[in-house]
T-cell receptor, first 113, second 112 residues
Framework: AQSVTQPDIHITVSEGASLELRCNYS??????LFWYVQSPGQGLQLLLK??????LVQGIKGFEAEFKRSQSSFNLRKPSVHWSDAAEYFC???????????FGAGTILRVKS | EAGVAQSPRYKIIEKRQSVAFWCNPI?????LYWYQQILGQGPKLLIQ????????DSQLPKDRFSAERLKGVDSTLKIQPAKLEDSAVYLC??????????FGPGTRLTVL
């Protein structure tokens, strides 16, 4: 079955430290992959997306993600975390029937000063 | 460019009451989605519209949930009657030609 797994429910990093959030997916073909961020009380904001081409994708706010087909992964990275990055991050995969996306359960990022 | 608008932002009702949510997508976006996001989970698709037609409503609990998108622009999602387990954030998203969904701020529903 098609699915998305985000193994880490919570991650805490120090401000200025590097960050990697994991995402593994199950999909029968070359997927579309997305990372969204959700701040408390807000909707989801698109950070970056992968459709095809270069497997290293740059996004907004200094984030990047790498598509690794052999590992069925699309991990999100940032070299230096800021306190304002504290939020919940969702990985999504598609398209399914009608361009539908399936979302992971999310990873909550806490940033300590 | 204005984003996806949703109202109300918060709603508290008692079980068995009815409630309606409204969504105005990004101008020109033909596809509109309603998601349910229960605390601690990722968004789950309820219904997808293409213009004013339904593409996928396989996960919509049709005995109590209904949705419409008259004229292919705004959409409303209704719950009648509400149950305790309907407490969640209801997210609306729209999509243009770039195969990317853009989300509104959501409506947080609490059913007491």
């Amino acid at each position: 079955a098609q699915s998305v797994t985000q193994p880490d429910i919570h991650i805490t990093v120090s401000e200025g430290a590097s960050l990697e959030l994991r995402c593994n997916y199950s999909y029968g073909a070359t997927p579309y992959l997305f990372w969204y961020v959700q701040s408390p009380g807000q909707g989801l904001q698109l950070l970056l997306k992968y459709f095809s081409g270069d497997t290293l994708v740059q996004g907004i706010k200094g984030f990047e993600a790498e598509f690794k087909r052999s590992q069925s992964s699309f991990n999100l990275r940032k070299p230096s975390v800021h306190w304002s990055d504290a939020a919940e991050y969702f990985c999504a995969v598609g398209p399914f029937y009608g361009n539908k996306l399936v979302f992971g359960a999310g990873t909550i990022l806490r940033v300590k000063s | 460019e204005a984003g996806v608008a949703q109202s109300p932002r918060y709603k508290i009702i008692e079980k068995r009451q009815s409630v309606a949510f409204w969504c105005n997508p990004i101008s020109g976006h033909a596809t509109l989605y309603w998601y349910q996001q229960i605390l601690g989970q990722g968004p789950k698709l309820l219904i997808q519209f293409q213009n004013n037609g339904v593409v996928d409503d396989s996960q919509l609990p049709k005995d109590r949930f209904s949705a419409e998108r008259l004229k292919g622009v705004d959409s409303t999602l209704k719950i009648q009657p509400a149950k305790l387990e309907d407490s969640a954030v209801y997210l609306c998203a729209s999509e243009g030609k770039a195969d990317t969904q853009y989300f509104g701020p959501g409506t947080r529903l609490t059913v007491l």
